[in-house]
């Protein structure tokens, strides 16, 4: 079956550090790929997006590239804040349906 | 655009019990579905719908059951509740299905002593 797996952390950065979080997935076909991030008591929020192989999803200096010979959807900024401490997930969905697969979440902590 | 609106945000329960959770999707999203959130197991799909019809469901035993009412509103209904299913409740809509964004609701924290 499908799956994601994720580097789940915790991870502990500083204020402007360059910041990635590696995600690889196990699909047949094409998923289109997601990452969801869920602040401290909140649901989650989709943080960016792709469709399709080489597309990238960017939001809030966040990017991530659907690379399909690696099975990878990385995601990265280049400079973090204190602000972007929470924690993200990684996820796909396929074949015409609204099943989210999601890896086991990555806790971020940012200090100033 | 209101988002995605769920009641009760949280409730206890005791073991034996029943409860039905809420979900109101934003506005013209016709597919709901919903996930449950533990510290163990991650996050988990339960089952979705879309048109009042259920068109998947997650490996869950048959006291999880769900509907969606012809305004797209949803509700989760879990009997015989086990301490196991304490857990966060998420509830997602989306304009249509396949592979389209879903946007979450807060969510419904569940506790089962």
């Known amino acids: 079956g499908n799956s994601v797996t994720q580097m789940e952390g915790p991870v502990t950065l500083s204020e402007e550090a360059f910041l990635t979080i590696n995600c690889t997935y196990t699909?047949?076909?094409?998923?289109?790929l997601f990452w969801y991030v869920q602040y401290p008591g909140e649901g989650l929020q989709l943080l960016l997006k792709?469709?399709?192989?080489?597309d990238k999803g960017s939001n809030k200096g966040f990017e991530a590239t659907y690379r399909k010979e690696t099975t990878s959807f990385h995601l990265e900024k280049g400079s973090v804040q204190v602000s972007d401490s929470a924690v993200y997930f990684c996820?796909?969905?396929?074949?015409?349906?609204?099943?989210?697969?999601f890896g086991k979440g990555m806790k971020l902590t940012v200090n100033p | 655009k209101a988002g995605v609106t769920q009641t009760p945000r949280y409730l206890i329960k005791t073991r034996g019990q029943q409860v039905t959770l809420s979900c109101s999707p934003i506005?013209?999203?016709?597919?709901v579905s919903w996930y449950q959130q533990t510290p163990g197991q991650g996050l988990q799909f339960l089952f979705e719908?879309?048109?009042?019809?259920?068109?998947n469901k997650g490996n869950f035993p048959g006291r999880f059951s769900g509907r969606q009412f012809s305004n797209s509103r949803s509700e989760m209904n879990v009997s015989t509740l086990e301490l196991g299913d304490s857990a966060l409740y998420l509830c997602?809509?989306?304009?249509?299905?396949?592979?389209?964004?879903?946007?979450f609701g807060p969510g419904t924290r569940l506790t089962v002593t």
């Open positions: 997602a809509s989306s304009l249509k299905v396949g592979g389209d964004e879903q946007y």
């Open positions: 699909a047949t076909g094409y998923p289109s």
């Open positions: 792709a469709t399709k192989a080489d």
């Open positions: 996820a796909l969905v396929q074949g015409g349906s609204e099943k989210l697969v």
């Open positions: 506005s013209g999203h016709r597919s």
């Open positions: 719908y879309f048109s009042e019809t259920q068109r």
